[in-house]
């Protein structure tokens, strides 16, 4: 691997965290004006054409190689983005990315339990230690446990489940394509919760951001979500491209980055300093994943058979 591509792709990952971590500020702004289900359905629709212009623009193919993996994937993936939003909705952006952050930690735990991986000690030690990251930001104390408190953590379940899908399964599939079945699955399952809640209200949804249905939102509602939309297909379009030209493991530490940026985000929006336990939190997901990404990047080098100048010659004389 070039380090010259490495370095793009790292600084392509630090780009498309940048931008991601900015516009998701902007959905508790989001939520005082509409529902998740709305906002969602809204979004889908204009991110699904913005994709579609660009995939034909770049020449993508969106047609999937494997359906039935490509929708499983885009349903589990969706409902972990989805549990992210609407914790979005009561906790601070660096709180709920913690829990989605925790999805490293579940694909090895998924590894080790689905697929008998064995893990080593260092990868155990760093996703204790990453895990304890995410609870100190969470500020998860004995007390304060509710089932909310499990939303963000859920989503990483989630998340981490479809990373682990994507890695096994859907390795022959375009970014674009993987990014189409999100968003589509994200849509449809707007739709059909908007409609449920708008015609077959639940009490008290008028004040909850997760069972609100449709109601007639200002024209910034709109200009936010449209924000969201174009922010997302760009950064998303920015990391597909970090992890075809670079490094997976390197492109991966380099995601942790979203944290860092989404407290100094939500610091120079709004004016909220995060507590010194959820920095070092922070800190400890970030160094951990780090760990974990590394430590995984230096065990499939060391499984891949050595290259020597005796193979070449071997290939030369066509054996």
Known sequence: MNPGQNLHAALLALAACAILSFIDNFVGEIAKQGGLWQFQLTRTLMALPMLVAGARLLKISLLPNNPGVLVLRSLIVSTGLMLYFAALGFLPVAQAAAGLFSAPIWVLVFSAVFFSRRLGVLQVVATLGGFTGVLMVLGVTPASLTLLTFVPLIAGAFYGLGMLITRHWCSSESPAAMAFGIFLALGVFSLVALSWLTFWPVAGSETDFTLRGYQAAAGSFYWLVLLQAAGSVIAVSLISQAYRIGDPAYVAVFEYSFLIFAAAWTLLLWGNLIGAKAA????????????????????????KPKHTAKDDRLKQHGR
């Open 280 to 303: 070092i939190g922070i800190g400890l997901i970030v160094l951990c994943g780090a760990i974990v990404a590394l430590a995984d990047h230096r065990k499939k080098t060391a499984s």
